[in-house]
């Protein structure tokens, strides 16, 4: 099992910056991938970014996130800069791991919100 922890969100100006932390714990060494989702009220969650095999980003976030992750400390990070109001969401980390095959580990959420 691998527990994931965000922190990071919060409330900020249209054209502002925000990083997320995503901290991994316990079995570390089964993850593949790891990514971030993002869920804004009456949407469905979708996929922002991910790292591990390829690098992706979707078209709404390219150019103004950037993920990365700090392997000595299991932790990855979502850049977020140019920020627009659409960007508001629940953002949730996600592990990919061997065993699964699918993303089967989720932190709780963190909330941004950007105000115009």
């Known amino acids: 099992q691998v527990q994931l922890v965000e922190s990071g969100g919060g409330s900020v100006q249209a054209g502002g910056s925000l990083r997320l932390s995503c901290a991994a714990s316990?079995?570390?060494?089964?993850?593949?991938?790891m990514g971030w989702f993002r869920q804004a009220p009456g949407k469905e969650r979708e996929p922002v970014a991910w790292t591990g095999g390829t690098t992706f980003y979707s078209d709404s976030v390219k150019g103004r996130f950037t993920i990365s992750k700090d392997n000595a400390k299991d932790t990855t990070y979502l850049q977020m800069t140019s920020l627009k109001s659409e960007d508001t969401a629940v953002y949730y980390c996600a592990a990919f791991t061997y065993g699964s095959a699918s993303w089967g580990s989720w932190g709780q959420g963190t909330q941004v919100t950007v105000s115009s």
């Open positions: 316990g079995r570390t060494f089964t993850i593949y991938r």
